[in-house]
T-cell receptor, first 113, second 115 residues
C-alpha cells in the first residue's frame, strides 16, 4: 500500500496569516488531487495536478506538484475563517492493471478571528 | 441536483447484526467506491466498482461486501459487524478514473457505531 504523509497534522492560525501544508510520498504518482472536507460533509475536490513542477492557483490557494511527482504542497495566503477544514491530498499511481487513488492522512486547519 | 446520497446518515448497532448502507448517484457515473475514515488514518478504500457487476477489493475489504447490480446504486454490506468497524463511511463516484484526473464526488457520510 502506498502511503501519503501530510504535515502538519493540525494547524491553528489567526486570520490573515499564511500557511503551507505538505504531502509527501516515496512513490511516484501520475497525478495528485487536493480535497477539502468540512464537518458533517464529504470531501470536495479543490484541484488536480498532473505534471511535475506544475503550479495551480485557486484564489488565495496555490498548489504545487513536485518535480519528481512524489510530493505536493498547498499554500494559503491571508487565511480566512472560511478556510477552516480538513485538507486531504490524494495521489494516483498505476498498479499495472488499474489506477489506484490513495488518500493522505489529512491536515486539520483552524483559522480564528 | 447532481449528488451522491447515503442512508442512513447515523447508525448504532450491535455486534453481529447484519446491516446495509445504501449509496446512490444520479450522475450516470461508472466508477463508485466506498471509503472509511478514521482519525489519523485518512480515507481508506474498502471496495470499488468500475461498472455494473464489476467490483474489486480496496485496501481494507475484510468484513465488508458490496454489490453493483445497477449503475446508480452501490450498497455496502456488513454481514456481521464488529466494534472495529465503528467508523465514518463515505461513498464516492466519478465518470471513470482516467489516471486519477477525474473528480470524485462524495456522499455526506454515514457514521456507524458498533457496540
Amino acid at each position: 500500500t502506498q502511503l501519503l504523509e501530510q504535515s502538519p497534522q493540525f494547524l491553528s492560525i489567526q486570520e490573515g496569516e499564511n500557511l503551507t501544508v505538505y504531502c509527501n510520498s516515496s512513490s511516484v504518482f501520475s497525478s495528485l488531487q487536493w480535497y477539502r472536507q468540512e464537518p458533517g460533509e464529504g470531501p470536495v475536490l479543490l484541484v488536480t495536478v498532473v505534471t511535475g513542477g506544475e503550479v495551480k492557483k485557486l484564489k488565495r490557494l496555490t498548489f504545487q506538484f513536485g518535480d519528481a511527482r512524489k510530493d505536493s504542497s498547498l499554500h494559503i495566503t491571508a487565511a480566512q475563517p472560511g478556510d477552516t477544514g480538513l485538507y486531504l491530498c490524494a495521489g494516483t499511481f498505476y498498479t499495472g492493471t488499474a489506477s489506484k487513488l490513495t488518500f493522505g492522512t489529512g491536515t486539520r486547519l483552524q483559522v480564528t478571528l | 441536483e447532481a449528488q451522491v446520497t447515503q442512508n442512513p446518515r447515523y447508525l448504532i448497532t450491535v455486534t453481529g447484526k447484519k446491516l446495509t448502507v445504501t449509496c446512490s448517484q444520479n450522475m450516470n457515473h461508472e466508477y463508485m467506491s466506498w471509503y472509511r475514515q478514521d482519525p489519523g488514518l485518512g480515507l481508506r478504500q474498502i471496495y470499488y466498482s468500475m461498472n455494473v457487476e464489476v467490483t474489486d477489493k480496496g485496501d481494507v475489504p475484510e468484513g465488508y461486501k458490496v454489490s453493483r447490480k445497477e449503475k446508480r446504486n452501490f450498497p455496502l454490506i456488513l454481514e456481521s459487524p464488529s466494534p472495529n468497524q465503528t467508523s465514518l463511511y463515505f461513498c464516492a463516484s466519478s465518470f471513470g478514473t482516467s489516471g486519477g484526473r477525474e473528480t470524485q464526488y462524495f456522499g455526506p457520510g454515514t457514521r456507524l457505531l458498533v457496540l
